[in-house]
Structures are given as structure tokens and as C-alpha cells.
């Protein structure tokens, strides 16, 4: 009896796998029908895929407005293009910027964010010899969070350092804002500290020095460049790291002698509360005359800006005659311009990287600068030129590193075409145009 049980049970499962091989030959044969026959007359009527809209910009209300011209067409005087353009300007004063309350990205969306505004394969990866060279930067803000994160944009490279510096007295809105953007990178943070900035005080210098004191904490960096939100490169990362390699750890830095303004150290001058918006009304020259500087040093007058060794980054933080005049500074008028150039001319005190001018003015290419309204085609501010469009044509072979300054509520297209400019250029790892000229800087000859 169990003998004819265990039969029927075998049997059973005998046509059991059959009916399952059957089952499946079936579905492979079906398989390779559809697969061989005409794929557009597939239709899976149970299954229904995402559309792929790669068009569409989760962040599309943070980027940027472009105008219709033709920026190339503009930069080489084009008069019919320039034309154009003014007339697009004109018609389109009421177009506003990106709000700053509009940087709203929470942590959980950066890599969103970063994927639709640091999407060049530069903000990925630089080539080799960028990354052996890591670059620093200061970057001194107050307000325009769009202008500060297309900035950014520009000279962002994973290697590189960047340290933000909002003003304390900048609205809630530009620092959240600013503050949403950092968070999505390692390598780019805010200040430790904050300075409530006034034009031509102390302050002002303090900001830069409170981030260069974090920036040195990071060890791989070879220059510092210290620039404002409302500057552009005028030169790719490549060129930066190529000519700062010739430059060969010597400091550009601005120096004059004979065309400093005596008062601004001579006399102590004080900060007074006013309700002007008069650049310097907010400073006043006291009778008080000041001791002779530290350190036997003579004052030399320069820019707030410049580009920086590393090993001065680091003599400005140690040496005593550095910590001196730092102190001696405190009271005089825009001691920005007169600090960094004072260390860096004065070869007695054998600041690294500094030099001796050969001439008055000295040659340096940290930055371009026009002052007052001749040459000036935009406004004046502050006796600073606010390039325009139509001071395009000389921005674009210019040996300078950096041009101050643009506003984009004054004149995007101007910013628009350099900031077109520079990252185009950036995917292409040209030569470096005039190499020659680099060097040959006063600095790297023999004295």
C-alpha cells in the first residue's frame, strides 16, 4: 500500500515540474518574440515609468537672469551689439535680482544644489597640477547673496579654500543665505569671527585678518588672494596657479612712496556717529599726532588687496613687528592700505616673499583698478570706477588678476560677459597668455 502512494506521489510531482517547464518555456518564448519584433510597438500597459524632465531645475528660482547679446561681439567693440545691449539695459531697470531670502537650501539639498550650479567638471575634479597647488581666498561680503554665489561659481576648485566673511552689520536674510550656500561644501566656511566693517577703519582689516588666521589652519595652500564680493577674476584658476607658480612664493603687493598721503598716519584719527553717507564722514582727524611706527619701519602706501605667500600669511601672525604695527595702526586711516605694503617693502624686517621696489609706483598685478571718472565709462563710487558694458573691450586681455569693481543692479551685462568669459575659459586648459610678462615682475629680477 505505501509503495503505491510513494508511485502516485511521484507521478504527481512528474507532472507537476512538467506543467512549470512548460510554463516557463512558454514565457521565453514570448520573451524573444517581443524582443526581436518592432520595439515601438511595445506597450507595457501595467508598468508606467517617471517621466525624465532633465530640463527642469529644482533650484530654478536661484538662477540667474542672462540677457540675449553676444557678449564675444561685446568685447570686441562691436557697435551694433553695443547698441543692442544699452538698449536691453535701459529697458530693463526694473528687473530685479534674486532675492536673498530666495538661498533657502537646506543640508538634505545640496547635492541637488550642487549638481544644477557646481556642475563643470572643474567644481568636480581640477587637473593635476591645480591640485598640487591649492589656492586660498578671503572673501569680504556686506550684501547681494546672488552676486556673492555667482562669484563663488567662478573661482570654486575642490582643492582651493575659501573663507566668507559677512559683515556683522549685514541683514539676517544675506547671512542665512550666505550661511545655506557654505554648508554644501567642505572647503568653503564663514569667518569665526565677524567685524562690523567701516569704510577706511580698522575694521576693515581686521575682517581680512580674522580670515586669514582661519585659513592657515589648512596646510596645503600656496598663496592667499583677498578679494570683495564685488570683484571678478579676470583670470581661470589654471592661469592663477600659473603665474603665481612663476611668481615663486614673492608677494604682489601694491607699494608707493612718494604718493602716500601723509595725514592718514601722521595724525590719529577717531570714528564719530553720523548720519551722513559720506564715505569718510564717519572718520575724523584728531590734532593728536602719532609716535614714529615699530620696528624702524617706514610707511609705504599700497592696496587693501593683493595676492599673499603663504609664508607671509604666516610672518604677519607671528612676527613682533608685524603684531606692532598692527597695533600702531589701529587709529590712523585705512590702515588696509598701508599695512600689508609696509611689511612687504620694508626688507629690513626680511618679510618672505618681500621685496624692495624698483621703481615708484611698483608693478603688480593683483589687481585693476580705475579710479575717479576718467577712463570710466560706468558710475563712481567711493572714486571707484563701477565697470559697465561698454568697459568690457578692456577688461578682456588684461594682465591683472582680479578687476574692482561690479554691481549687478547697476549693470549685469557687463558681469554677465566676463563672468561668461572666465568659465568658458576654464574648460580649456590654455597656455598662459604673455607668460613673458609675468616673468619679468621687478620682484623676480635680481636687485
Not at 56 to 85: R, T
Not at 185 to 212: G, W
Not at 300 to 318: L, P
Amino acid at each position: 500500500m505505501q509503495l503505491l502512494i510513494n508511485r502516485r506521489l511521484l507521478k504527481h510531482n512528474c507532472i507537476l515540474f512538467v506543467g512549470i517547464l512548460f510554463i516557463f518555456e512558454f514565457i521565453y518564448f514570448t520573451f524573444l518574440q517581443i524582443i526581436n519584433s518592432d520595439p515601438f510597438n511595445i506597450q507595457f500597459s501595467t508598468i508606467r515609468l517617471p517621466k525624465n524632465n532633465s530640463n527642469k531645475k529644482f533650484f530654478k528660482h536661484i538662477q540667474p537672469f542672462y540677457h540675449p547679446v553676444s557678449c564675444p561681439n561685446l568685447f570686441e567693440s562691436d557697435p551694433d551689439e553695443l547698441k543692442h545691449a544699452l538698449a536691453l539695459l535701459s529697458s530693463s531697470r526694473s528687473l530685479l535680482l534674486i532675492a536673498d531670502n530666495q538661498y533657502n537650501i537646506t543640508y538634505e539639498q545640496c547635492h541637488i544644489y550642487r549638481s544644477e550650479r557646481f556642475n563643470e567638471s572643474f567644481h568636480l575634479e581640477d587637473t593635476l597640477i591645480n591640485r598640487q597647488f591649492p589656492l586660498a581666498f578671503n572673501i569680504l561680503m556686506y550684501e547681494n547673496v546672488e552676486q556673492f554665489e555667482r562669484l563663488l561659481r567662478i573661482i570654486y576648485r575642490p582643492q582651493n579654500f575659501y573663507c566668507i566673511h559677512v559683515d556683522s552689520d549685514a541683514s539676517l536674510n544675506v547671512f542665512e543665505g550666505v550661511k545655506s550656500i557654505v554648508q554644501c561644501f567642505n572647503n568653503v566656511f564663514l569667518s569665526s569671527k565677524r567685524e562690523k566693517v567701516i569704510y577706511a577703519t580698522f575694521s576693515r582689516l581686521q575682517a581680512d585678518l580674522n580670515c586669514m588666521q582661519d585659513l592657515i589652519k589648512y596646510s596645503s595652500w600656496k598663496y592667499l588672494l583677498n578679494i570683495a564680493n564685488t570683484e571678478l577674476s579676470l583670470k581661470t584658476n589654471s592661469e592663477l596657479v600659473k603665474i603665481l607658480s612663476i611668481y615663486r612664493g614673492y608677494n604682489d603687493i601694491e607699494g608707493r612712496w612718494k604718493t602716500r598721503i601723509i595725514p592718514r598716519t601722521k595724525y590719529a584719527w577717531e570714528i564719530i556717529n553720523t548720519t551722513s553717507t559720506s564715505y569718510l564722514s564717519h572718520l575724523r582727524r584728531t590734532n593728536e599726532k602719532k609716535k614714529p611706527p615699530p620696528g624702524n619701519v617706514e610707511i609705504v602706501k599700497g592696496s587693501a588687496y593683493g595676492a599673499f605667500s603663504r609664508a607671509f600669511v604666516e610672518f604677519i601672525q607671528t612676527n613682533s613687528v608685524a603684531k606692532d604695527l598692527l597695533d600702531w595702526s589701529r587709529d590712523t586711516l585705512s590702515p588696509d592700505e598701508h599695512y600689508w605694503a609696509t611689511l612687504n617693502y620694508n626688507t629690513h624686517l626680511h618679510p618672505p616673499g618681500g621685496y624692495q621696489a624698483k621703481r615708484d609706483p611698483t608693478e603688480w598685478t593683483a589687481r585693476f583698478v580705475i579710479w575717479g571718472k576718467r577712463n570710466c565709462r560706468g558710475q563712481v563710487v567711493h572714486s571707484i570706477c563701477i565697470f559697465s558694458t561698454v568697459d568690457l573691450p578692456i577688461l578682456f586681455n588684461r594682465h591683472e588678476l582680479f578687476a574692482n569693481k561690479f554691481h549687478l543692479n547697476d549693470d549685469p551685462i557687463a558681469y554677465q560677459c566676463l563672468e561668461e568669459l572666465i568659465l568658458n575659459r576654464s574648460k580649456i586648459d590654455l597656455p598662459l597668455n604673455d607668460a613673458v610678462f609675468y616673468r619679468r615682475m621687478p620682484f623676480l629680477l635680481p636687485s
